[in-house]
């Protein structure tokens, strides 16, 4: 039985790395397209604050296209390939989270205390 253990260590072994070394190998895949996601919604919402912020003049499709060139524009820089879909979807995102963020709401009347 030893020796059996002897002769299948190494082989043993030799397995354990491969296995470690794909494991790896996924994880920073995985680590990477995190990442990239990351750094795409950054700017895509860096972008919608910057046209919120000097298009206050434009119509809702002039933001739009301008949102989306210059989203192209620092995207492409960064080299970071992104679809019109997933564009359209992140600039609605943000800009619904930035419209609801700074929503007026209107004041709540006060509310009298009968004692």
């Not at 919604?41 to 298009?55: A, F, L, P």
């Not at 679809?83 to 009347?109: G, R």
Request: hydrophobic share 50%; proline share 4%.
């Amino acid at each position: 039985m030893e020796e059996l253990l002897k002769q299948l260590l190494p082989s043993l072994l030799n397995i354990a790395q491969i296995l470690l070394v794909a494991l790896a190998s996924y994880l920073g895949f995985k680590l990477k397209i995190f990442l990239a996601d990351q750094q795409k919604r950054s700017i895509v919402e860096s972008t919608v604050k910057y046209v919120e912020q000097v298009g206050k003049a434009l119509g809702s499709d002039e933001k739009l296209a301008l949102a989306k060139a210059r989203a192209l524009e620092l995207l492409n820089a960064a080299n970071l390939p992104i679809s019109e879909l997933e564009l359209d979807t992140l600039i609605e995102s943000f800009v619904l989270a930035f419209t609801e963020h700074y929503k007026i709401v209107e004041p709540v009347p006060p509310v009298e205390v009968v004692e």
